[in-house]
Every structure is written in C-alpha cells, then in structure tokens.
C-alpha cells in the first residue's frame, strides 16, 4: 500500500465494484480443407468475406489430387464452395486452414522455373499446388526522367552520353569555354556547316583545315557544359544527313526524302542543335512526329531546309547510383555533368496469375539489392510485408553473384536487352501438384492451427466425407474440440448420396456433445457453369458450410440460448435427398439433424440436437450456451488469479459473476420468473474446504437453469359439450 510520509492531503482511485464480465462471441469459425493454393503448416488469418479467401487461397477451380481422375468428385473443391455458403448465410468471421498431403516425401508440389546458378534467376511458386503451373512475364520498363536527383537509391538509368552514332574521334586537346578549335586524332570529313557532339554539348563547325584534323566550331549553339571538356573527350559524328521543315513549336517534322531502314519510336535526331525524339513515323516513312525540348531546344524556327543527321543506331549507357547521389557505370565511371539529356529511369514489372484467378501486377520493381522495391525483396520467398506473404504467389530467387543492379538486368535481360522496347522475360512454372487424398492426419494437421485462436467457436471439414478417411477426419475433428478450454463446437457432415441405414451407421461411431451431424447435402448452383460447355449448372455440396453461417446469423439475431433450427438454408436449390417425415422420425432420435424441404417455406435446417447419448446435454444451443458461459466467465476472471485467497475475493468473484448472470437473465437466456430461479452463485467457506485453501484452490459453483428448444409442440384438442361451459 501507499506510504504516507509528508503531512498533507491525498487522493486516490479506489474501486468498490468487482470487475464487469464480458461476454465473448461465438459465431467465428474455422473451416479446414484443400484448396487451389495458400499457405500450408501456418497459423491462417481471419477472413472477412470470400473475396479475402479468395485472394490468398484461391478461387472455385477443381484440384487436381494425384492419382484421382478428373472429374471425381473428390477433385471438387468443396472448401471454396462451403467458405462462400458460410458468407452468404450470414457468417463474418472464418479462419482457413489448408490440407496438403505431398505425392511423396521428395515432393514438395511447388512449382519451378528459371536457372539455379550463382548467376541465374530462379523462379518458384510460394505455395504447393497446381495452380502454380503458370507463365509469368518480366518486362522491362523505361520511364522518361528530366533530372537523377529524387531518385530511389539503387535506381538504375540508361542515358545517351553522346547521342548514338557508328564513328567517333577523340580530342587530344582541352576544349575550353572560348575555344574555338578543337583538334581530332583523326581526320574530320562532312559537308558543312555540320554539327557535332563533345560530351553533352552540341557544337557547329564551321571551317575545316587541309588536314581535316583541325575544326572551327560555333560554340554554345545547343546545351553547353560550361566547364572545360577532358582531354579524351568524345566526339558524335552524324552518320546520315537529311533535310526537313520543322517549326518553333510543330511536333511534327517533315523530311525530303524517307530514310533508309526502319525508323521506329525511340530513336534521336538532330536537327541543327536541337535534339528530338521520335515518338511515331507516318506511313509514307517521311513524316515524323517528334517530342521537342529533349535537349537545347533553340527557341526560334528552324530553316525550312534545316540539315538532319541521323544516327545509325540508339545506344545507351548504364548508370547505377549506389549512394543516392552519383550514378556510376559498371566500370566505375560517373554520370557525366550536368546530366545528359534522353534520360530513362528502368524499372520492371512482373505479372503473374493471382489466387483469385485474376493478373497479379507488381510494378516499379528495381535491379539494385538496396532499391527500395527490389525485385529480389519484394518478391522473395519469404516477403516482408505480412500481406504479401499471404497473397503474393511467386518467388524470385537471386544467383550470389547478382549484387548489382547491372548483374541482376544481364540476368534477366541480356546485355543487349533494349531500352525503348518492351524487352520481356518470361518464365514458365511447372510441376507444381496438388498432393494426393489427404488422409486423417493430415486434417489433425492442419486442425492444430487452430488451437491458439481463442475466438474459434465452430469448426468444420467441408467435404472431408468424399475422402476414404471421412470416419477417421470426423474422429480427428472430434478430438480436436473436445480438448480442455476448446470452448468450440463442431459441423459434421455425411458423405454424399447416403441412406438413412447409411447415416445411422456414421452417427453410430460418433459420441460427443461438442459435435453434431447434418444431412443431407445440398444442391446448389456450380459457379464454374458456362453456357455451352458440358458443365452442369448445379452441383451437390456438403451442408457444413451453410450451417455454421446459420449459427452464426443465428447467433447474431437470436443469440447464442437459441437453437440454430428452423432457419432457412440460403443458396439451396434443393437437398441431394428428401427426406420425409417417417425418415425423420428414424434419424432424429439418434441426433441427425437432417435438411428438410417444406412447401410454401422453402428449404429449412430442421434439427437441433447433438451427436451425444447424455440427454443433459441432447440439444445444441444448450451445449453452445455453456461453452458460451464458460468462456466468458474464464476470460473476465483472469484478474482473481494470485489474489488473496480470502472473504473479500470470494465477494468480487460472486459479485462479477452474479452480475454477468443476471444480465443473461433479464435478456431472456435463462429460465425462471426470478434471478433466483433463473441461477445461483456460491463462493465461500460451503464451496471450500480448508485443503482447498491450502492448496491455492478457490472454488465457485455456479448453477443455471438452460432453455431447451420446443422440438416437439403439442396442442392436445378433445370434444367437449355446451354444459361443460361456465
């Protein structure tokens, strides 16, 4: 307690109520099946709507389990059908768990492609199945940047440093800014005046000497570098020379006569000292649309016989900025300053087949280990992102020696790869597989994710019963909600196209209070049909899926005291059997909730009993409302754990609960004209004993008085006479 050492006056938070209890849900629920692809052996994530299974697990496409045929049923994917009747009967919260049962021990069921090599690019899907069985395709994108100044670091760009050309010289002199001869190291032949490029710096030249060595030039015509060139500074020579009609502002050109070859989007030419780039040529081969402003735009219009030089070839050079401020070649050299003109910025993207069935894109995807959104991180095995590793459905693994942007872009598009073209890459995955029919084990596998998800209140194996092992699954499902402090129930389903001999021999081998059966299966539209081809347009699916959302919607209007029976099976089209009123008479009593047509009413759940032989716990929102009470009144009472085990702790645990009672009470859960008839709560000196105490133990029994479902209403009617009137 607090020390008082200071004379004054203090103040303090007391409380002198016992802390509230809280109700805890119980409409969530968990559902564990193969699927098309998807995390295997992981906790799984809480699904909010059959879009979110769908984008990490997949779509309604069949599977393609190893030695059974196409077309079996067993290929069915009854868990994609049974998540979408959970949503649409009135479920909102369901974890998956996936069932996958490899070929072999070698064989994983992911799908591969690429080169494993110190040097390659391997390819793989992230999760087993043959859905993984694709083609993806890397592309490469060159995006127009003015300036290298914002760029993500380890960005990589291509930039014409000079312009394209098949010939060059290189100065054996300095060229300063009031040069205005500048001398080759090899002679210098072309009809003047002709225009040159040193470095990123356009020049005229005007005269030439005997020699053909020694040029006058017109300096600053274009772009000038204001600084003084290096005394190997490069030369572009045009290789061809054309005229053309352009005008100040016109992004079109026309030239006198077609140039030879193909003339395509992308490639550069100069015209007096403007550079432009091609963006489209005409069919008649001598119109040009252009983009202008490129590099030393000169404001004015150009001779209406303007001299054009076009160079042979569009060659690029690599830069990479390892340090967010210089961008250097593989050689080592830096990016010329100022910054080149005809600047690309390279990126790439990847498209894959997502799990909805839709294209997956990620784009703006870099070549450099320390990009921001490497192609190698983003889309790694195991990617940093949590949604990612959910969703994403390719892996890309990098070779050792790829740990540089111009390494990672040879790998994937050779050294020739081209700048201005789409240049792609495309990887074929194969041998992914589906695994074969997964046996008992392998659902108590992928069942024990759940253990640790404390808000799991229904759990179930949509279409389990089409397996071999379907006995065995139910026995593991079973085992797996009876476990101390589950706190759930469980659906069980027949397998498909029972009797009712057939039936009565699957509850035979069943007894269990926190599980109850359903039958029979039903009949809904295929989701797969398509006008014209030999799919059917209905298909038979387990009940499972559509009787945990009626739990749950029926938790959510009623709460869970009420029976979840007589409520309508939304998406049925009709049962795979009817099952008549004699039959049911024959089922019901053994704890077989069967699915019933009723003219005039549609198509209803009429059953509401568990897979138990002790009539105290026969009905299943009795069993439901228990666990309900249970794991409230555990979870709200955690804070009593350590305290004094005495009177005053026994008071608040009595208090707490009493209260949490009788508010179940006055909402119409319990039975009773009063609170008192309705429950009771003791905690003191009858409840405990005084080894009890000794050993730490502090024991509250509680009593309640459960509603029980009105399965059978009886109206007795009998003849009476008028005499017998009062």
Aim: glycine content about 8%.
């Amino acid at each position: 307690m607090a020390q008082y050492l200071t004379p004054g006056v203090y103040v303090e938070e007391v409380s002198f109520r016992a802390p509230s209890i809280e109700g805890v849900g119980t409409s969530t629920a968990a559902f564990a099946g193969p699927t098309l692809t998807g995390p295997v052996n992981a906790t799984s994530e809480l699904l909010t709507s059959f879009g979110d299974f769908q984008n990490i697990y997949g779509s309604y496409d069949n599977l393609a389990l190893s030695g059974i045929t196409p077309g079996d049923p067993k290929n069915t994917n009854y868990l994609a059908l049974a998540v979408k009747a959970f949503f649409d009967n009135g479920g909102s919260q369901l974890y998956v768990s996936r069932v996958f049962s490899p070929a072999s021990g070698t064989d994983s069921g992911i799908a591969t492609g690429g080169t494993v090599s110190d040097t390659g690019v391997a390819v793989a899907a992230r999760f087993p199945g043959a859905y993984g069985n694709q083609q993806l395709i890397v592309t490469l994108k060159a995006t127009r940047a003015q300036t290298v100044a914002n760029l993500p670091q380890g960005s990589l760009i291509a930039a014409r440093v000079p312009p394209a050309a098949t010939s060059f010289a290189t100065l054996t002199a300095q060229v300063g800014l009031a040069d205005t001869q500048i001398v080759t190291s090899a002679a210098f032949s072309a009809a003047l005046p002709a225009f040159i490029t040193v470095d990123s710096e356009v020049m005229s030249v005007t005269a030439v000497d005997a020699t053909g060595t020694k040029l006058t030039v017109s300096r600053a015509a274009g772009t000038s570098t204001a600084a003084m060139h290096s005394a190997n500074a490069q030369v572009y020579l045009p290789v061809a020379s054309l005229q053309a009609l352009v005008t100040p502002t016109g992004a079109t050109i026309t030239l006198a006569a077609p140039i030879a070859g193909t003339l395509a989007a992308g490639a550069f030419l100069q015209i007096d000292q403007e550079i432009v780039e091609v963006t489209s040529v005409e069919p008649s081969g001598t119109t040009l649309n252009v983009a202008r402003g490129a590099q030393g735009t000169t404001g004015v219009g150009h001779a209406a016989k303007a001299p054009i030089f076009v160079p042979a070839t569009v060659d690029f050079d690599f830069y990479a900025n390892g340090s967010n401020a210089s961008f250097t070649d593989p050689g080592g050299v830096l990016l010329p300053t100022p910054v080149p003109p005809n600047l690309y910025l390279l990126t790439m993207s990847v498209t894959a087949t997502g799990a909805s069935g839709s294209p997956q894109v990620y784009d703006n995807l870099g070549f450099d280990p320390i990009h921001p959104s490497y192609i190698g991180a983003t889309l790694a095995p195991t990617p940093p992102r949590h949604i990612d590793a959910l969703e994403n459905q390719i892996a890309f693994t990098m070779g050792a020696k790829l740990t540089t942007a111009f390494a990672v872009y040879n790998a994937l598009f050779g050294s020739s790869g081209s700048v201005l073209s789409a240049s792609q890459q495309v990887y074929t995955l194969t041998n992914g597989g589906d695994g074969v029919e997964p046996e008992a084990n392998d659902y108590a596998n992928a069942l024990s994710y759940f253990t640790a998800l404390e808000d799991v209140a229904i759990v179930a194996t949509p279409g389990s019963g089409i397996f071999d092992a379907s006995q065995d699954i139910i026995n593991e499902l079973i085992i797996h909600v009876s476990q101390q402090r589950a706190y759930r129930v469980a659906i069980l389903e027949t397998p498909p196209n029972q009797l009712a001999s057939d039936n009565e021999n699957v509850r035979g081998q069943i007894d269990s209070s926190y599980a109850a059966l359903y039958a029979p299966w039903v009949v809904t539209d295929n989701p797969l049909a398509r006008s014209g081809t030999a799919i059917p347009a209905e298909i038979t699916v387990p009940p499972s899926g559509f009787i945990a959302g009626i739990y749950a919607r029926s938790d959510e209007q009623n709460g869970v005291s009420k029976a979840p029976a007589n409520a309508v099976v939304l998406g049925a089209s009709r049962f795979e059997r009817n099952i008549s009123f004699a039959e049911q008479g024959v089922l019901n009593p053994l704890g077989i909730n069967c699915l019933r047509y009723f003219p005039n009413r549609g198509y209803l759940v009429w059953g509401a009993r568990t897979a138990a032989s002790d009539s105290e716990f026969m009905y299943v929102n009795v069993r439901r409302y228990l666990i309900y009470l249970e794991h409230s009144i555990d979870n709200s009472t955690q804070w009593a754990v350590f305290e004094n085990n005495g009177p005053p702790l026994w008071a608040r645990v009595k208090e707490a609960i009493d209260s949490f009672l009788y508010n179940e009470w006055k909402e119409g859960s319990l039975l009773g004209d009063s609170a008192a008839q309705a429950y009771f709560v003791r905690c003191d000196r009858t409840t405990m004993t005084q080894n009890d105490l000794d050993n730490g133990r502090m024991i509250c029994l509680i009593g309640v008085a459960l509603l029980k479902p009105a399965e059978f209403v009886i109206f007795r009617i009998g003849q009476m006479t008028s005499d017998a009137q009062s």
